[in-house]
């Protein structure tokens, strides 16, 4: 299920042979939550989507809208205000075209019935449609998260993966699992998914941080696996300590890290294998690898499955989301320092910067192979429950900074394990100037100056900025969002940034984008209310992709010059913009979006969208003609993801 635009609105519901006859029609399109109230506490209000319809060359009338609470009689009917949104044409099979104009009216959940009245026509609404269209709303924004049949999802996937023999001939790998206290069930579930693996040439190197536990005694016991080897630890050392030991107890080409209780599909050794000598063939042989993984519930459900992009650095930068089955190669382990105890609880985070930081290639398995159980004090029940590592966190990402040389202030971000990381205007401050073509809004404009004023640059002539920012008049831009901005782009190896967009509504309308398999272009989690995260809240982390906003972003001058483009001596248009983030990133460069920035737009919106104008589609097709593996999919997001869905779906079929 792709976004809601108006065209897939009337190919499922189109106007019958009443309007048809008519030549007008009135419709309640669509229900999405508001930005009304505090989000974590539920709505408190809706928006619904309104199209008031006339056949062309009539105009539609203006419909009002009155709700009418339940038992209070006509006498308790009040205005619901009908907000205009945007006029759009709609043509027919037939050829025949009509007008549409769409409303949004912001209806308080306490109402029972509202009627809408345009000319001769009403539509009232109750519960029931209440419930219909609500509904589909919840099934359109679904993601991944919440599918709730994620686990027959993951057992067809598992089905393929199993039907593909295992390598039987390839590197020794082991595998690092520090247990201090564990349950034994859990202990033995936990070997068992080892024992279980398909590919055979592994070793578990095991460090009994607690040898006095006579229930874990019994279960390391029973095993009689040579492959699994024990290592007695004098004492609880710590999570860093006890995994320090089992590192340099390992004799395999690779180290993977699996916690004490958690569980391995059979699978997993084998798809990493397959990677490895994928890379090797290609005189590259990985030095990290990971892959997604999920959770496991108390009663063995697996739920709430963690899908990744590929390495992408500003995502790392807000959160671990390498997280689990991290794995190294075993000679770059002597390349690094191993973690200390100031980054406990967050060793493996600091772990995957110090082998990224060498350069080596960096491979993403694209399938969920690790399960993390939740269990009572773990971080995946209560993230709450392990404060010092959201405090090493915070270190682990300032010694990768300083190691690499870079100025930034790291602090918590807005969920429980994910960070800020704002990187400061450069000293001098570099030009900022507008784009040939650019409008600015008064509050844009006035943003543009304020930081001119605050940084002693100069009013930049046309060619001259070392910054350039493209924008429309629509959006709004204050100067702590352009100075962020300003910071991001102005790292080495950064092409623009892009700030969120948030509607005039509360609603988003932009959180980032990706190209779909046609190479047009669709904005994620559009619509949301700006305090929804949507998918593991990839709306309010940043992170780096192919395509960003061809509205709203800043680009290094410099950079533009050296695509062939000069954004301040020309126009570039919203296709030409599109292209040159495609371009910036098969020369390695990043786009960035950077959520801690706002724009905010200051003019009606539809909620609904258009289907790709046949311009779109051509310029989808020269986008494919520049990155021929588009047609796999956008190459920031992941496989698993359906690529016509804003919302982060899972793909099936």
């Known amino acids: 299920?792709?976004?809601?635009?108006?065209?897939?609105?009337?190919?499922?519901?189109?106007?019958?042979?009443?309007?048809?006859?008519?030549?007008?029609?009135?419709?309640?399109?669509?229900?999405?939550?508001?930005?009304?109230?505090d989000f974590a506490a539920g709505p408190v209000s809706h928006l619904w989507v309104v199209l008031s319809c006339a056949r062309a060359p009539r105009r539609p009338h203006a419909p009002r809208c009155v709700a009418l609470p339940e038992g209070r009689g006509p006498a308790g009917a009040r205005p619901v205000?009908?907000?205009?949104?945007?006029?759009?044409?709609?043509?027919?099979?037939?050829?025949?075209?009509?007008?549409?104009?769409?409303?949004?009216?912001?209806?308080?959940?306490?109402?029972?019935?509202?009627?809408?009245?345009?000319?001769?026509?009403?539509?009232?609404?109750?519960r029931r449609a209440h419930r219909d269209l609500l509904g589909a709303y919840d099934a359109r924004i679904a993601n991944a998260s919440v599918a709730a049949d994620y686990p027959a999802w993951l057992a067809?996937?598992?089905?393929?993966?199993?039907?593909?023999?295992?390598?039987?001939?390839?590197?020794?790998?082991?595998?690092?699992?520090?247990?201090?206290?564990?349950p034994p069930r859990l202990l033995r579930e936990m070997l068992q998914s080892v024992l279980a693996q398909t590919y055979r040439r592994w070793e578990l190197v095991l460090v009994n941080a607690s040898p006095g536990d006579a229930g874990m005694r019994a279960v390391l016991d029973e095993l009689a696996d040579p492959r699994v080897r024990v290592v007695e630890a004098p004492g609880n050392l710590g999570i860093v300590g006890n995994t320090n030991l089992g590192i340099r107890a390992c004799r395999g080409d690779y180290v993977s890290f699996l916690d004490h209780d958690d569980l391995l599909e059979p699978c997993a050794l084998a798809e990493l294998v397959r990677a490895i000598r994928e890379g090797e063939k290609d005189g590259c042989a990985p030095g990290l690898l990971f892959c997604d993984e999920d959770n496991v519930d108390g009663a063995g459900r697996p739920c709430l499955p963690l899908i990744k992009p590929p390495l992408n650095a500003d995502l790392l930068l807000?959160?671990?989301?390498?997280?689990?089955?991290?794995?190294?190669?075993?000679?770059?382990?002597?390349?690094?320092?191993?973690?200390?105890?100031?980054?406990?609880?967050?060793?493996?985070?600091?772990?995957t910067f110090k082998i990224c930081e060498l350069g080596t290639p960096v491979v993403r398995v694209p399938q969920v192979l690790y399960h993390w159980r939740i269990t009572d004090g773990s971080s995946a029940g209560d993230p709450a429950s392990k404060e010092y590592a959201q405090e090493a966190g915070v270190r682990a990402i300032e010694g990768?900074?300083?190691r690499t040389g870079v100025s930034a202030e790291v602090r918590r971000g807005w969920a429980y394990f994910t960070y800020e990381t704002r990187f400061p205007v450069p000293a001098p401050a570099p030009s900022v100037g507008l784009a040939r073509g650019a409008e600015a809004s008064p509050a844009t404009a006035a943003a543009l100056k304020a930081y001119a004023q605050a940084r002693g640059t100069r009013a930049p002539g046309v060619g001259e900025a070392d910054l350039v920012l493209f924008v429309t008049r629509e959006h709004d831009l204050d100067l702590a969002s352009l100075e962020l901005l300003v910071g991001h782009v102005c790292r080495r190896g950064t092409f623009c940034a892009a700030p969120r967009v948030v509607r005039a509504d509360g609603l988003l309308d932009y959180a980032g984008m990706i190209l779909r398999p046609d190479g047009t272009p669709l904005r994620m989690l559009r619509n949301l209310p700006q305090d929804d995260g949507g998918y593991v809240g990839r709306a309010q982390r940043p992170y780096d992709a192919l395509v960003v906003n061809p509205e709203c972003f800043l680009a290094d001058g410099r950079e533009l010059a050296r695509l062939g483009l000069?954004?301040?001596?020309?126009?570039?248009?919203?296709?030409?913009?599109?292209?040159?983030?495609?371009?910036?990133?098969?020369?390695?460069?990043c786009n960035v979006y950077l959520p801690y920035a706002t724009a905010r737009l200051n003019a009606p919106r539809s909620l609904m969208g258009r289907d790709p104008s046949p311009e779109e589609l051509a310029r989808g097709e020269r986008l494919l003609a520049l990155l021929p593996e588009l047609a796999e999919?956008?190459?920031?997001?992941?496989?698993?993801?359906?690529?016509?869905?804003?919302y982060y779906r899972l793909l099936r079929g």
């Open 156 to 182: 067809a996937r598992r089905e393929v993966l199993l039907a593909r023999p295992a390598p039987t001939e390839g590197p020794l790998m082991s595998i690092v699992t520090p247990a201090f206290r564990t």
């Open 81 to 126: 205000r009908l907000a205009p949104l945007a006029r759009h044409e709609l043509t027919l099979a037939g050829g025949e075209r009509w007008v549409v104009e769409e409303r949004a009216a912001l209806v308080p959940d306490e109402v029972d019935r509202f009627l809408v009245v345009a000319g001769l026509l009403r539509v009232a609404a109750g």
């Open 318 to 351: 807000s959160n671990d989301y390498v997280l689990h089955w991290l794995t190294v190669r075993r000679e770059l382990l002597g390349s690094v320092a191993l973690a200390g105890p100031e980054v406990e609880g967050a060793q493996d985070y600091d772990l």
């Open 400 to 402: 990768h900074l300083a």
């Open 1 to 37: 299920m792709g976004e809601l635009t108006l065209d897939s609105y009337f190919a499922e519901y189109p106007l019958d042979a009443g309007e048809l006859r008519r030549g007008r029609a009135l419709r309640l399109a669509a229900c999405l939550r508001s930005d009304e109230g």
């Open 566 to 589: 000069d954004g301040t001596a020309a126009p570039l248009a919203l296709g030409d913009a599109l292209e040159a983030f495609v371009r910036a990133h098969a020369a390695g460069l």
């Open 633 to 646: 999919g956008d190459p920031s997001h992941s496989p698993s993801f359906d690529p016509w869905s804003p």
